[in-house]
């Protein structure tokens, strides 16, 4: 059984830090593209980063330059740093992964959430 489980998420004043984790069970990290995504309120959710099984980055210009996506095999955990945090930030985020080559994959963490408010 897969099972994604966030962590991390809270409350924080603008210009503040979180790092958010994603650990895997049932499933490999490393085998698949891994993304995340947050969804403010009442807004869609959106794909903010992604990471390719050769550890390829890529983020969403709204995010680029002050959040971090990173990978520990041996954790089969994924992390997001984020830093500089705006009030706009505010969401649930999420992971997902678990289709080859695309996104969104088949499994998603249960998200957690972040608020930036002074």
């Known amino acids: 059984q897969v099972q994604l489980v966030e962590s991390g998420g809270g409350l924080v004043q603008p210009g503040g830090s979180l790092r958010l984790s994603c650990a895997a069970s049932g499933i490999s990290f490393s085998n698949y593209l891994t993304g995340w995504y947050r ?3 009442g807004k869609q959710r959106v794909l903010i980063a992604h990471i390719t099984t050769g550890g390829n980055i ?14 520990d095999n041996a954790k089969n955990t994924v992390y997001l740093q984020m830093s500089s945090l705006k009030p706009e930030d505010t969401a649930v985020y999420y992971c997902n992964t678990g289709r080859i080559g695309t996104l969104p994959g088949n499994y998603w963490g249960q998200g957690t959430q972040v608020t930036v408010s002074s």
Not at 58 to 71: E, I, L, M, P, Q
């Open 39 to 41: 969804q403010a309120p």
């Open 58 to 71: 890529n983020y969403a210009d709204s995010v680029k330059g002050r959040f971090t996506v990173s990978r």
